[in-house]
T-cell receptor, first 114, second 112 residues
Framework: GNSVTQMEGPVTLSEEAFLTINCTYT??????LFWYVQYPGEGLQLLLK?????DKGSNKGFEATYRKETTSFHLEKGSVQVSDSAVYFC?????????????FGTGTRLQVTL | NAGVTQTPKFQVLKTGQSMTLQCAQD?????MSWYRQDPGMGLRLIHY???????DQGEVPNGYNVSRSTTEDFPLRLLSAAPSQTSVYFC???????????FGEGSRLTVL
């Protein structure tokens, strides 16, 4: 079956530090890959996505590249801010028929300090 | 800009009680789903629906029922609550074949 593995958290960084959150996946075929973010007390919201190999998704200074050869979709940001403190979820979708069932990783908590 | 609305936000139940978590969306999305979020487990799919009158089971459906009589509403029913159902529940909707889920703010349920 499909699965997503994320690096364990929490990740604690100082403001302006470089961020990498690792994500690898197991799936047959060519899934779409996503990063969702959950700010404290809120539901998840889409951060970025990539639908085919070598695509790069980007949003709000975050980037992730769909690497089929390494089955990875690592999230990066060059300079984090305190407002980036949240839980980040990697996910994949096989888009069976008209469904959009996502398989999520366990989430990685990011804490950014001044 | 209502989006996906869940009620209640917090609920405490005793073992064996029943309740319904409500979910409504105003984006005319055909696809709706319920997830539960547990520490160290990420989000797991409970039930989903691809349109009015159509529902199907997800990864962890036992102990939950759903129905979809309208495009807008997708309630989740717990018939006999158990402590293992203590969790945060999220409803989500999606346009077809995008993978982009729009989540509600969540409902925190505690079963004593």
């Amino acid at each position: 079956g499909n699965s997503v593995t994320q690096m364990e958290g929490p990740v604690t960084l100082s403001e302006e530090a470089f961020l990498t959150i690792n994500c690898t996946y197991t799936a047959t075929g060519y899934p779409s890959l996503f990063w969702y973010v959950q700010y404290p007390g809120e539901g998840l919201q889409l951060l970025l996505k990539a639908t085919k190999a070598d695509d790069k998704g980007s949003n709000k200074g975050f980037e992730a590249t769909y690497r089929k050869e390494t089955t990875s979709f690592h999230l990066e940001k060059g300079s984090v801010q305190v407002s980036d403190s949240a839980v980040y979820f990697c996910a994949l979708s096989k888009n069976t028929g008209t469904a959009s069932k996502l398989t999520f990783g366990t989430g990685t908590r990011l804490q950014v300090t001044l | 800009n209502a989006g996906v609305t869940q009620t209640p936000k917090f609920q405490v139940l005793k073992t064996g009680q029943s309740m319904t978590l409500q979910c409504a969306q105003d984006m005319n999305h055909e696809y709706m789903s319920w997830y539960r979020q547990d520490p160290g487990m990420g989000l797991r799919l409970i039930h989903y629906s691809v349109g009015a009158g159509i529902t199907d089971q997800g990864e962890v459906p036992n102990g939950y029922n759903v129905s979809r009589s309208t495009t807008e509403d997708f309630p989740l029913r717990l018939l006999s609550a158990a402590p293992s159902q203590t969790s945060v529940y999220f409803c989500a909707s999606s346009p077809p074949n995008t993978g982009e889920l729009f989540f509600g703010e969540g409902s925190r349920l505690t079963v004593l």
